[in-house]
């Protein structure tokens, strides 16, 4: 049997340690965490079509800024605050989003490191 290397392990171990820490931990670095992870899953939470016209881009207390493509868009997601943000809170596993506000800029794609992209697509 072939033995499992200690140094990917504690890799391992250290990102499951950061994602509690992020997850539950409230400040400036749990907010981006919690917003990486929506923008990485927003198509499931708000369906693609949606998806497709807006993402996520800041979170602070509260409040979720989303950014939509088209002011379309913006009415559809005015019109469907009260269902994105209880979906948005059954995704997180908690009350975090009470507000939505929405501005009707060019959807452009957040940039990260290759390690914070990696600690992106490792999330769970």
């Known amino acids: 049997m072939k033995k499992k ?3 990917e392990s504690s890799l391992e171990a250290a990102l499951d340690v950061l994602q509690t820490v992020f997850q539950k931990g409230k400040g400036s670095f749990s907010d981006e965490y ?6 990485k899953n927003w198509p499931n939470i708000v369906g693609s079509d949606l998806a497709r016209e807006t993402a996520p881009r800041k979170m602070y207390k509260t409040t979720l800024y989303v950014t939509a493509t088209s002011s ?5 997601c005015r019109f ?5 943000i209880d979906r948005i809170n059954e995704f997180l596993g908690s009350k975090k989003i009470e507000h939505l506000n929405f501005s009707n800029k060019p959807k452009e794609k957040k940039r990260y490191n290759e390690g914070a992209k990696k600690f992106v697509d490792q999330m769970k």
Not at 72 to 76: F, L, M, S
């Open 5 to 7: 290397n200690t140094r």
């Open 72 to 76: 379309e868009a913006q009415y559809h």
């Open 80 to 84: 469907s605050a009260n269902v994105i």
């Open 34 to 39: 919690m917003r990486m992870k929506l923008e």
